[in-house]
Nanobody, 123 residues
Framework: QVQLVESGGGLVQAGGSLRLSCGASGHTFSSYGMGWFRQAPGKEREFVAAINWSGGSTYYADSVKGRFTISRDNAKNTVLLQMNSLKPEDTAAYYC????????????????WGQGTQVTVSS
């Protein structure tokens, strides 16, 4: 069992930066692939970024590639999402997720989810 809690969301102007953090409980955190997803009102939850258990492999949606960076610290049971050059279209609730099987882009691969943190980018 893994419990996830996101933090770091907020209101930022276009072009600004935010860093999201996801804290995980459970001593098996280092064995999970981790992902970030987002969901805007009226839209499907979409993949943002993922990282494998060791942090040696990462994967990004085309829409955020070059602007967002995912990282993890297994000693602190934490996954980070550094978001730079934010755009109004990045506005959404951002969710951290853990997968016992992979670190892919499908939300169906993830077993555990956080409650989400809101990111709002003003133009």
């Amino acid at each position: 069992q893994v419990q996830l809690v996101e933090s770091g969301g907020g209101l930022v102007q276009a072009g600004g930066s935010l860093r999201l953090s996801c804290g995980a409980s459970g001593h098996t955190f280092s064995s999970y692939g981790m992902g970030w997803f987002r969901q805007a009102p009226g839209k499907e939850r979409e993949f943002v970024a993922a990282i494998n258990w060791s942090g040696g492999s990462t994967y990004y949606a085309d829409s955020v590639k070059g602007r967002f960076t995912i990282s993890r610290d297994n000693a602190k049971n934490t996954v980070l999402l550094q978001m730079n050059s934010l755009k109004p279209e990045d506005t959404a609730a951002y969710y951290c997720a853990a997968s016992a099987y992979s670190f892919g882009s499908s939300k169906y691969d993830y077993n555990y989810w956080g409650q989400g943190t809101q990111v709002t980018v003003s133009s």
